[in-house]
């Protein structure tokens, strides 16, 4: 059974850094968009940053500048590195791909930034 787990969450101040991380596992045949989301409380998920087929990569104009999403094909990983964290950061981060041509989703890290 293919899964994603993340890690890399926690508790940070304001103008600091978290590097998030989601490994894949199972028996893999194709990934394909590869992404974060993120949800606060009382707020839809949104999408944070995700790298689509061909490998254009998209950000949320909030995050901009400020997070950078890459992978690592031969560990089958996605990173989320967040610089100047802001307290509105704060969410439960998700990752999300297309594995298998299935659409699979992570457990959730949280991420909170005190301010």
């Known amino acids: 059974q293919v899964q994603l787990v993340e890690s890399g969450g926690g508790l940070v101040q304001a103008g600091g850094s978290l590097r998030l991380s989601c490994a894949a596992s199972g028996t893999i045949f194709s990934i394909n968009n590869v992404g974060w989301y993120r949800q606060a409380p009382g707020e839809q998920r949104e999408l944070v940053a995700i790298?689509?087929?061909?490998?254009?990569?998209n950000y949320a104009d909030a995050v901009k500048g400020r997070f950078a999403i890459s992978r690592d094909n031969a560990k089958n990983t996605l990173y989320l590195q967040m610089n100047n964290l802001k307290p509105e950061d704060t969410a439960v981060y998700y990752c999300?791909?297309?594995?298998?041509?299935?659409?699979?989703w992570g457990q959730g890290t949280q991420v909170t930034v005190s301010s």
């Open positions: 999300n791909a297309v594995i298998n041509w299935k659409n699979v």
């Open positions: 790298i689509r087929n061909g490998g254009t990569t």
